[in-house]
């Protein structure tokens, strides 16, 4: 590992401690190395206050050193006003003379302006370090900004015979008993709920919302709850459902035109055809979603694999067995990694 890279991986470690807490702005980590030794560190912790560049320099101590340093940074520089100041002018200001980038910020704003900007200023300017790696840390902003959608990512919980949930019957003794059908173990539930906070939407269909009545919140986890997205072509979801409380920012997405848009809760019509998953991805384009689970049931996900409209795949692969019931999407992708959660077992899967 040459000496530019080794502290783009430390930026990049950095930056993760933004994941969930940035949108709609991208993880950022900076590093700022003075003969051999970091001086300063930063990341950036959310939108609206200061930038990775920003909380590096402001840690420096001995500010003189700034001269004679290295300013290292996972993300190109921005060179606009936005909420902050552009860091180009921080850098410039400071006398910073060399300036080591990950990759290229994709937002037009910046979009290699923040390096000619540099350039002209007299400073030295490397880019394409750990570009791979830059670039997936931020998978989400440049998905949104590349492709004007959010990065999709499916998810669902399966038995050993691939069902997804039992029929009528293995339902019914359950709630005669007065407990939810889980497929899963508490950990993995729990670890869903740690995903869902690094994510900013959350999607579920009609029916799962019918059946379960979730609250699709991170309440077995710290963090911010998602957006939530629920597909309801008919308007059957009454208020009583949790989806409808209030409580966190909810888009209804509905072919009925007998609703209006309440506190957090919005309503968008559009026309549940075969192009429905595009349909869908727009309107989240349109409310500046940069990411979204797919948790709904087998008609929703399937919905969006069968339009090739996903990114990456998470499921989770209980230890039961339901012998019949619904059967778990089908779907084809990259395998990338098996984590096993006690008996449970987590395949996460990318789009080829």
Same mark, same amino acid.
């Given at each position: /590992? ?8 430390? !930026? ?14 991208? /993880?950022?980590?900076?590093? +700022?190395?003075? #003969? ?6 930063? @990341? ?12 590096? &320099? ?28 552009? !860091? !180009? ?5 400071? *006398?910073?003379?060399? &300036? ?6 994709? =937002? ?10 540099? /350039? ?13 790696? !830059? ?20 998810? @669902? ?16 003794? =359950?709630?005669?008993? *007065?407990?939810?059908? @889980? +497929? ?14 690094? %994510? ?10 019918? $059946? ?8 077995? @986890? ?45 309503? %968008?019509?559009?026309? =549940? ?6 349909? &869908?991805? $727009? ?27 996903? #990114? %990456? ?30 008996? $449970? %077992? ?5 789009? &080829?």
């Amino acid at each position: /590992m040459t000496t530019n890279e080794k502290y783009i991986k430390r !930026c990049i470690e950095l930056a993760k401690n933004g994941l969930g807490t940035t949108y709609p702005n991208p /993880m950022v980590g900076s590093v +700022i190395v003075h #003969d051999g030794k970091i001086i300063g560190e930063g @990341w950036h912790r959310k939108a609206g206050e200061p930038h990775a560049e920003v909380n590096a &320099v402001n840690s420096v101590k001995d500010k003189s050193l700034l001269s004679k340093s290295t300013i290292y940074v996972s993300l190109e520089p921005c060179s606009h006003f936005g909420k902050t100041p552009p !860091c !180009c002018d921080l850098i410039i200001a400071n *006398k910073i003379p060399k &300036v080591v980038i990950g990759t290229i910020d994709p =937002f037009a704003k910046v979009a290699g302006n923040g390096i000619k900007k540099l /350039m002209e200023a007299g400073i030295n300017v490397t880019v394409g370090i750990l570009e791979d790696e !830059c670039n997936e840390l931020n998978k989400r902003f440049f998905t949104f900004h590349q492709k004007k959608r959010p990065y999709i990512i499916l998810k @669902w919980a399966e038995t050993t015979d691939l069902f997804i949930a039992p029929d009528e019957d293995y339902r019914q003794a =359950f709630n005669n008993n *007065k407990r939810p059908v @889980w +497929i899963t173990n508490p950990f993995s539930r729990q670890l869903v709920h740690k995903i869902r906070s690094q %994510e900013q939407a959350i999607l579920v269909g009609t029916q799962t919302v019918l $059946d379960d009545n979730p609250k699709l919140d991170v309440r077995d @986890w710290t963090g911010n709850n998602p957006i939530r997205i629920v597909l309801d072509r008919t308007g059957k979801i009454s208020e009583d459902y949790s989806v409808k409380d209030g409580r966190t920012k909810t888009i209804i997405i509905t072919e009925s035109q007998n609703f209006k848009n309440s506190e957090n809760i919005f309503y %968008e019509n559009c026309t =549940f055809d075969s192009s429905l998953a595009i349909t &869908v991805s $727009d309107v989240l384009f349109k409310h500046e979603i940069q990411s979204v689970i797919i948790e709904g049931g087998r008609q929703t996900l399937q919905t969006f694999i069968d339009a090739n409209l996903w #990114d %990456e795949a998470l499921v989770f692969r209980g230890n039961v067995s339901f012998k019949k019931g619904k059967s778990a999407p089908n779907l084809s992708g990259n395998l990338i990694k098996k984590q096993a959660v006690l008996d $449970d %077992e987590l395949l996460i899967l990318r789009n &080829v």
